[in-house]
């Protein structure tokens, strides 16, 4: 089965640039989809196609996919950007697969 | 606006049978397919089941396979799931979520009910 490994943490302070890893075998060769999850809330998409935004993210929301590496880039953090991340991939012998999560602390 | 409200959530004995219910509008429910996605308590999203707009094919993480029966009744907007013989390990919270498309599993997930949680305990 298709595996996705993401840090468990990332913490950041306001105004800077949060980077959330998320490695997988090839993974640049699939679609890397995006998900921010603040407490008692459903996830939010944030970031589909590897670098897609939906309607109404902010452009400081960004993505990117090459080799065993996707990359989740937050600028300009704000407090409410504070959230667990999820990264995620659809697998022809997996089906969905979902990374294990970052929680984004801002400092 | 599209709307997915999940319901049927709550705490069953292990062993026990539940089935949950997911009520959909704001888009022609036929032609998308759905999918469960579930969160144990403090840990990550684990894809579990999908279906097809039509019905016609579904789909299981192997942890569901064989206890778990995902249906939906397109005249009715709704999206179920069925769930026998349930173990501990499969207490979290339940999200329904519309696909990109009629076939399924789909590629990503743009719209999330706010889920129901199930509880497997004596």
């Known amino acids: 089965s298709y595996v996705l490994t993401q840090p468990p943490s990332v913490s950041v302070a306001p105004g800077k640039t949060a980077r959330i890893t998320c490695g997988g075998n090839n993974i640049g060769s699939k679609s890397v989809h995006w998900y921010q999850q603040k407490p008692g809330q459903a996830p939010v998409l944030v970031i589909y196609y590897d670098s897609d935004r939906p309607s109404g993210i902010p452009e400081r929301f960004s993505g990117s996919n090459s080799g065993n590496t996707a990359t989740l880039t937050i600028s300009r953090v704000e407090a409410g950007d504070e959230a667990d991340y999820y990264c995620q991939v659809w697998d022809s012998s997996s089906d969905v697969v979902f990374g294990g999560g970052t929680k984004l602390t801002v400092l | 606006e599209v709307q997915l409200l999940e319901s049927g959530g709550g705490l069953v004995q292990p062993g026990g049978s539940l089935r949950l219910s997911c009520a959909a509008s704001g888009f022609t429910f036929s032609s998308y397919a759905m999918s469960w996605v579930r969160q144990a308590p403090g840990k990550g999203l684990e894809w579990v089941s999908a279906i097809s707009g039509s019905g016609g094919s579904t789909y299981y993480a192997d942890s569901v396979k064989g206890r778990f029966t995902i249906s939906r009744d397109n005249s009715k907007n709704t999206l179920y799931l069925q769930m026998n013989s349930l173990r501990a390990e499969d207490t979290a919270v339940y999200y329904c979520?519309?696909?990109?498309?009629?076939?399924?599993?789909?590629?990503?997930?743009?719209?999330w009910g706010q889920g129901t949680l199930v509880t497997v305990s004596s």
């Open positions: 979520a519309k696909g990109t498309d009629s076939s399924g599993p789909s590629e990503y997930f743009q719209h």
